[in-house]
């Protein structure tokens, strides 16, 4: 019923900057929650920021104040500014997405773009 499509994804040096981009298509009319969850390697897969229908946003400890989560429900995206990264930010980042369908909640999660962060 929902489809996610992500972009943005590639090298970057660090200390620089990245945008992920997350397009959602389907039942776009019962989304609760959007965001970007990552997976390092020999990691297990961790969240790293939500925003709620209503704008409330989250971030992982690891990224505040580097990353930030922006949504444009006109259009069903979901974007991830990235800028200062580390290598340790290295990873898979999956575009996450949660519907509220009749007040069943329901879990999506896209099929990543890899992230790397090396000189």
């Known amino acids: 019923q929902v489809q996610l499509v992500e972009s943005g994804g590639g090298l970057v040096q660090p200390g620089g900057s990245l945008t992920l981009s997350c397009a959602a298509s389907?039942?776009?009319?019962?989304?609760?929650?959007m965001g970007w969850y990552r997976q390092a390697p020999g990691n297990q897969r961790e969240l790293a920021s939500t925003?709620?229908?209503?704008?409330?946003?989250n971030y992982a400890d690891s990224v505040k104040g580097r990353f930030t989560i922006s949504r444009d429900n006109a259009n069903n995206m979901v974007y991830l500014q990235m800028n200062s990264l580390k290598p340790e930010d290295t990873a898979i980042y999956y575009c996450?997405?949660?519907?509220?369908?009749?007040?069943?909640?329901?879990?999506?999660w896209g099929q990543g773009t890899q992230v790397t962060v090396s000189s």
């Open positions: 389907g039942a776009t009319f019962s989304i609760y929650v």
């Open positions: 925003i709620s229908s209503r704008g409330t946003t």
């Open positions: 996450y997405l949660q519907t509220n369908q009749n007040g069943i909640l329901y879990n999506y």
